[in-house]
């Protein structure tokens, strides 16, 4: 398995205390993991900064999984990236044959 943390750090909530915002929005997402029954893959978080905005995300991904960004999907047969689906277009993609 695989965490996967990213936190966009250009609002005004960073400007003076990047270190202390960044620290803090890691702290609540610790203390959100911490025993939670559903933490395993496909389970995520949505990060917010000081001022209630959504900065980022966290989830948790399987071995080999690949990270889906902002309706990006990544085909894991052929490695093509395409936006706003969860299906390979190409003909020839092993996914399309079941692997063969």
Request: glycine residues 8%; contains cysteine; hydrophobic residues 30%.
């Given at each position: 398995?695989?965490?996967?943390?990213?936190?966009?750090?250009?609002?005004?909530?960073?400007?003076?205390?990047?270190?202390?915002?960044?620290?803090?929005?890691?702290?609540n997402l610790a203390t959100r993991i911490d025993g939670?029954?559903?933490?395993?893959?496909?389970?995520?978080?949505?990060?917010?900064?000081?001022?209630?905005?959504?900065?980022?995300?966290?989830?948790?991904?399987?071995?080999?999984?690949?990270?889906?960004?902002?309706?990006?999907?990544?085909?894991?047969?052929?490695?093509?990236?395409?936006?706003?689906?969860?299906?390979?277009?190409?003909?020839?993609?092993?996914?399309?044959?079941?692997?063969?």
């Amino acid at each position: 398995m695989k965490l996967v943390i990213e936190i966009n750090m250009t609002n005004d909530a960073f400007v003076n205390f990047r270190d202390a915002e960044t620290a803090r929005i890691l702290r609540n997402l610790a203390t959100r993991i911490d025993g939670h029954p559903h933490f395993s893959p496909g389970h995520d978080y949505a990060l917010h900064d000081i001022n209630g905005n959504e900065v980022g995300y966290c989830v948790v991904l399987k071995d080999k999984q690949e990270l889906s960004i902002r309706g990006e999907w990544t085909c894991p047969s052929c490695g093509r990236v395409y936006d706003n689906t969860t299906a390979c277009a190409s003909d020839d993609c092993l996914s399309k044959t079941g692997g063969k």
